[in-house]
């Protein structure tokens, strides 16, 4: 089955309308949108990533210290190649980060000048351009030579010649165009119908009823998005619901929230309260206060997680 550009998932970040001239990114050819979500740049002093897990408790500890530097990853059904270039341009290292289900925090720390260029796929297409299966492996930052082998003795190192952001993106989107072309042998169409059927539904229809939809059996479609996403149909289908629920959300945020409860399929309104919370790490009006920065955040959040 063909990919339509309808068929394409746009995400949201946990602050869009932010104006962080550290930060860019832009979009890839046509021809290379089904597969990849962007191409991005961080430029900033050194870097690291706090991961936070899934336990209640932590999440509270984490965000309690969170500062107006930080920012909050949220889950976005993509997975990314990050190369870290430092002040001259020698590329540092080059890590691979599998999907997250769960949002983590970003922090600055003024050290040393460095770049970071990113590679956004969408979580079912990474598994295309990878040489190694994904393996149930989520929420992880790997060293990429496993699974990009051809592109870490190659193409991360051709990048180097690539003094602007802008320059590297058009390498890239040249490098992955004439990748493409050799993926109709990679791409597994009961995947892609899968994914697909969930996108179209924003995530919302039982996993049950897509596997009625698709020629192959239950725990084959299991056993495929473990190799090639990490996760399950139902993880991926709820992190496609929660970020159609918080493209709502911000085109409204006075929208009821009882009518988003109906539209998702969300048994109640505390289930979809609970589903948000679990994916963005705040409830609904703090998040909403974040996009919007409706509150000044100083050194520390000022009002309790609920």
């Known amino acids: 089955m063909k990919i339509t550009q309808n068929d394409i998932f746009n995400t949201q970040t946990a602050?869009?309308?932010?104006?962080d001239s550290s930060y860019c990114e832009v979009l890839p050819d046509k021809e290379?949108?089904?597969?990849?979500?962007?191409f991005w740049q961080q430029v900033s002093c050194n870097?690291?990533?706090?991961?936070?897990?899934?336990h209640e408790e932590n999440i509270h500890t984490d965000f309690h210290f969170f500062s107006a530097k930080q920012k909050i990853i949220i889950p976005d059904a993509c997975m990314d190649i990050i190369l870290k270039f430092d002040s001259f341009n020698n590329l540092e290292s080059a890590h691979f980060c599998t999907i997250d289900k769960t949002p983590h925090i970003f922090t600055p720390k003024a050290e040393k000048q460095e770049t970071i260029f990113g590679i956004r796929f969408f979580a079912w297409t990474a598994g295309f351009f990878a040489a190694e299966k994904i393996n149930g492996?989520?929420?992880?930052?790997?060293?990429?030579?496993?699974?990009?082998?051809?592109?870490t003795k190659n193409f991360f190192k051709e990048l180097e010649k690539a003094t602007t952001f802008h320059q590297k993106a058009d390498f890239a989107?040249?490098?992955?165009?004439?990748?493409?072309?050799?993926?109709?042998?990679?791409?597994?169409?009961?995947?892609?119908?899968?994914?697909?059927?969930?996108?179209?539904?924003?995530?919302?229809?039982?996993?049950?009823d897509i596997f009625q939809t698709v020629q192959k059996s239950e725990r084959q479609i299991q056993r495929i998005f473990k190799e090639q996403i990490g996760i399950s149909p139902k993880s991926l289908s709820s992190i496609i619901r929660y970020q159609n629920l918080w493209c709502d959300l911000?085109?409204?945020?006075?929208?009821?929230?009882?009518?988003?409860?109906?539209?998702?399929?969300?048994?109640?309104?505390?289930?979809?309260?609970?589903?948000?919370?679990?994916?963005?790490?705040?409830?609904?009006?703090?998040?909403?206060?974040?996009?919007?920065?409706?509150?000044?955040?100083?050194?520390?959040l000022d009002f309790p997680l609920q």
């Open 15 to 19: 602050q869009p309308f932010s104006l």
């Open 32 to 38: 290379l949108r089904p597969y990849i979500r962007c």
């Open 47 to 54: 870097s690291f990533m706090k991961k936070f897990g899934t």
């Open 137 to 151: 492996i989520s929420g992880k930052t790997l060293d990429a030579e496993p699974f990009f082998p051809v592109e």
């Open 173 to 208: 989107n040249r490098y992955f165009l004439e990748k493409i072309s050799l993926l109709s042998f990679c791409i597994n169409p009961n995947l892609m119908n899968f994914v697909t059927d969930m996108i179209k539904a924003r995530g919302s229809q039982k996993i049950q």
């Open 250 to 300: 911000l085109k409204n945020p006075s929208i009821n929230i009882q009518d988003l409860v109906f539209k998702y399929d969300f048994f109640d309104q505390s289930h979809l309260t609970e589903n948000f919370r679990h994916h963005h790490g705040m409830n609904i009006r703090q998040a909403l206060d974040y996009a919007f920065k409706k509150r000044t955040i100083h050194t520390e």
